[in-house]
């Protein structure tokens, strides 16, 4: 199934991208968000016009899956490329040890963690700073700070379980995105955003404009919080994508979505088949693959993809080390 993904887009996206023809790259990725609630997956329920928009622009693949159902290794993945049990980070945190109280409780003893993120020798935003792109970090960031694992530039700082400061993003506002998409403008650089926003994880306190939107549409009136949640999220993405546009940089910049885990709208965290299992509500998301320059829209319901980093660096026209497994989205290894 992966040959065909390669040869859908080595159609759209054929050519090997020099240093010059580089695009921009922003990678949205959501928070505890169930693959069915998505108004371009057939919900009824959920309004998501920003999100259908970006699908019906770009590839999408509504079979796409993350390595696990939980934040921390899921994430890992996407900075390194590997899976957790290559990777090192299995869990959110370390089991609880008897002979030592404390370490490896939730709160506790973080560095094991930090150690396995860090003797990992690829990491995404790292190989692109070096590549010559400033880079981003906002939203979700687990154990480390920004510039530990090579952004130029970010907002959550060492000392952290999950994002600190970087958990503003979206709830409080798009604008240090735009800061720094408008400093990359001016000195001619492209950029890469990690745009991976609190939401829409709990806690579920939408505004009520948008609650008001959901009334009356969920199984239960906190499913109604969640979907309404999801549109904030929605709308998030539609201040990023228009900013993008105003800027004239929507063409070139290579758009990524996915979510890190699912969620069960109607059961929420109690679900015993979504978020930390290995069910189709725990792993499964849509992932949406947006370069106009260089991408037709197509839709595919069959194909299973999970190839994120590889993808990006075919994009970006950087080379893939190799014990990185997978393959390109661009139509063959980068």
Not at 32 to 55: I, K, Q
Not at 78 to 84: A, F, H, N, R
Not at 97 to 109: N, T
């Amino acid at each position: 199934m992966i040959r065909n993904v390669c040869m859908i887009l080595a159609v759209a996206a054929a050519g090997v991208v020099t240093a010059a023809e580089r695009p921009n790259v922003v990678l949205i990725i959501s928070d505890d968000y169930g693959f069915p609630d998505y108004g371009f997956m057939g919900s009824p329920h959920v309004l998501t016009p920003n999100l259908d928009r970006l699908a019906s622009e770009g590839l999408t693949f509504t079979c796409g899956y993350v390595t696990t159902a939980l934040c921390s290794p899921s994430l890992t993945t996407l900075l390194t490329g590997l899976p957790p049990h290559r990777q090192g980070v299995t869990g959110n945190d370390l089991a609880a040890r008897k002979d030592r109280p404390g370490v490896g409780s939730m709160r506790g003893d973080r560095r094991p963690l930090i150690e396995r993120l860090l003797a990992n020798s690829f990491l995404l935003p790292r190989e692109l700073s070096r590549a010559g792109y400033r880079t981003m970090q906002t939203g979700k960031l687990w154990n480390v700070g920004f510039a530990e694992i090579g952004f130029t530039d970010g907002m959550t700082r060492p000392g952290g379980r999950h994002g600190g400061e970087g958990l503003s993003i979206g709830r409080e506002g798009m604008q240090p995105i735009f800061n720094f998409v408008d400093s990359s403008l001016r000195g001619k650089r492209p950029f890469f955003v990690w745009y991976a926003p609190f939401l829409p994880h709990t806690p579920h306190t939408p505004p009520e404009r948008l609650l008001a939107r959901h009334a009356g549409k969920g199984p239960t009136s906190e499913a109604e919080k969640y979907f309404a949640m999801v549109g904030w999220l929605d709308e998030t993405i539609g201040e990023l994508d228009g900013f993008l546009e105003r800027r004239g940089v929507k063409d070139n910049t290579l758009v990524v979505y996915l979510v890190d885990n699912g969620w069960d709208a109607a059961l929420g965290d109690q679900g015993r088949r979504a978020k930390r299992s290995p069910y189709e509500l725990g792993v499964r998301t849509p992932i949406l693959v947006r370069w106009r320059a260089r991408i037709q829209p197509r839709r595919d319901d069959e194909t299973v993809v999970l190839d994120i980093v590889p993808t990006i660096l075919a994009a970006t026209g950087l080379s893939a080390p190799e014990r990185l497994s997978g393959v390109s989205l661009m139509g063959g290894p980068p």
